[in-house]
């Protein structure tokens, strides 16, 4: 089987500085991906290089088996790549449906529509005519991963889920990724809390210093083996 997505020793640098070295990964359909790794590990620059906002420099990253060099980060949207970036950015003037209209705006065909983001994030169905500037952060947050969604992505791309948000509204957030891979959608997640990651994914892979320094199934790891990998306990 082809997987959905798959890097292959990919390089990425910011100007002389080379943020990520080789680093290959392989995600079939349907499956969810947590990539950790400790501030600064290269987490968000992988996630770019797949969303087409980062350029790699060698390597190659692949999305149903083409090659994706040279495609604009507006053409990997079209062709079911969806990034929901640290920091949320929700149209803060735009109502909670009225963001998520906005999503959908690209058209692609898919089980996403208003009624299923509601479905998945009940907390959003009740604040459906609320304006952005209203909402908590785990409602932005919410309201993020739903717009993306609305476009009907194959691949959903989440950096740093739970960043700044009370550990309660991070439970509502996580309790919708299993509905949305019931769905089929393909997800890619970075997530700085080890246990919530574990909880959802199917498999694991650790950075350090921009390079891979666990691979896994998430079943056969714990959390102690993640934080060793993060702090280079494994490699040294
Ligand atoms: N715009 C930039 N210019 C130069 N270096 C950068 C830039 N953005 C990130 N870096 C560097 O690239 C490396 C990887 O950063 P990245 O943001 O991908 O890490 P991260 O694992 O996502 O960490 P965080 O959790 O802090 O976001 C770091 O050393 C960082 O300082």
Request: charged share 20%; glycine share 10%; proline share 3%.
């Amino acid at each position: 089987m082809t997987a959905l997505l798959d890097l292959e020793s990919v390089d990425v640098h910011y100007g002389d500085f080379q943020a990520i070295h080789g680093v290959s990964l392989s995600l079939d359909e349907g499956e969810t991906l947590a990539v950790m790794g400790a501030n600064g590990a290269g987490k968000s620059t992988l996630l770019k290089a797949v969303a087409g906002l980062m350029a790699t420099s060698a390597g190659a990253v692949r999305f149903g088996g083409q090659d994706l060099a040279g495609m604009a980060p507006h053409q990997r949207v079209a062709a079911g790549i969806s990034l929901v970036p640290e920091g949320r950015r929700v149209f803060k003037s735009l109502t909670v449906e009225e963001n998520l209209l906005v999503g959908g705006y690209s058209g692609r065909p898919g089980p996403w529509d208003l009624a299923a983001v509601f479905k998945a994030f009940p907390l959003l169905a009740e604040r459906r005519s609320r304006t952005g500037i209203h909402l908590s952060g785990g409602e932005q947050q919410a309201t993020a991963i739903g717009r993306a969604l609305m476009a009907n992505p194959r691949l959903l791309l989440l950096d740093e889920v739970s960043l700044g948000l009370a550990p309660v509204v991070v439970k509502d957030i996580y309790q919708a990724l299993p509905v949305i891979s019931s769905r089929g959608t393909t997800v890619l997640i970075v997530e700085q809390d080890v246990s919530q990651a574990l909880s959802v994914a199917d498999h694991v892979q650790c950075l350090l210093e921009g390079r891979t320094v666990l691979e896994a199934s998430a079943a056969s790891v714990t959390r102690d083996d993640v934080a060793a990998a993060y702090f280079g306990l494994e490699a040294r």
